[in-house]
């Protein structure tokens, strides 16, 4: 059974940093990409990164380019979200999701993981 | 980047009713689209990919159809579970993008 499982949110302070983990078990996760998904309260989603199977290739879009960084850990089945100069708009759940290719739609999704940006 | 226009923005039905979720791309995606179903407190679930084929462990009351710009979600017979919010995604290019969602509630 394909399973991720994020952890690491919490509430920060603007300006701070916070690093999200996805744990991945039940398919191989060196063959995978691996992508974060943000979802704020009561809006809709939003992609936010991708890495892909082997970590040498990285996409973001505008709003977290330069801000965040996506990296995988392939013997830990581990992916992280790194978090640099938090803004209030970065308040949001977030998720880790499985794409098999490039361009590919997210077939398997983590149960998310709260971060709240607040002074 | 590519817009997704998804409408209606909200939906009320009956049991047993037939629903309709739009969703329509700023330009070709050449059916680089996927459905999502998301249920409240939950992450969202794949239901559709490719415009319309069915993702495992989906019930068949579920499809999808369009081509080019205009893409669509039927469910049939809608069941008291399929009370949620349902997204459209583009991942023909980079960035991806989602429609802003269609929540769908029973009459």
């Known amino acids: 059974e394909v399973q991720l499982v994020e952890s690491g949110g919490g509430l920060v302070q603007p300006g701070s940093p916070l690093k999200l983990s996805c744990a991945a078990s039940g398919f191989t996760f060196s063959s995978n990409w691996l992508n974060w998904i943000r979802q704020a309260p009561g809006k809709g989603l939003e992609w936010v990164a991708s890495?892909?199977?082997?970590?040498?290739?990285?996409y973001y879009p505008d709003t977290v380019k330069g801000r965040f960084v996506v990296s995988k850990d392939n013997a830990k089945n581990t992916g992280y979200l790194q978090m640099n100069n938090l803004r209030s708009e970065d308040t949001a759940m977030y998720y880790c999701?499985?794409?098999?290719?490039?361009?590919?739609?997210?077939?398997?999704w983590g149960q998310g993981v709260m971060v709240t940006v607040s002074s | 980047d590519i817009q997704m226009t998804q409408s209606p923005a909200s939906l009320s039905a009956s049991l047993g009713e037939t629903v309709t979720i739009e969703c329509r791309a700023s330009e070709d995606i050449y059916n680089g689209l996927a459905w999502y179903q998301q249920k409240p407190g939950k992450s969202p679930q794949l239901l559709i990919y490719n415009a319309n084929s069915l993702h495992t462990g989906v019930p068949s009351r579920f499809s999808g159809s369009g081509s080019g710009t205009q893409y669509s979600l039927k469910i049939n017979s809608l069941q008291s579970e399929d009370v949620a919010s349902y997204f459209c995604?583009?991942?023909?290019?980079?960035?991806?993008?989602f429609g802003a969602g269609t929540k769908l509630e029973l009459k």
């Open positions: 999701a499985r794409t098999r290719y490039y361009g590919y739609y997210f077939d398997y």
């Open positions: 995604q583009q991942y023909y290019d980079y960035p991806y993008t």
């Open positions: 890495i892909n199977p082997d970590g040498s290739s990285t």
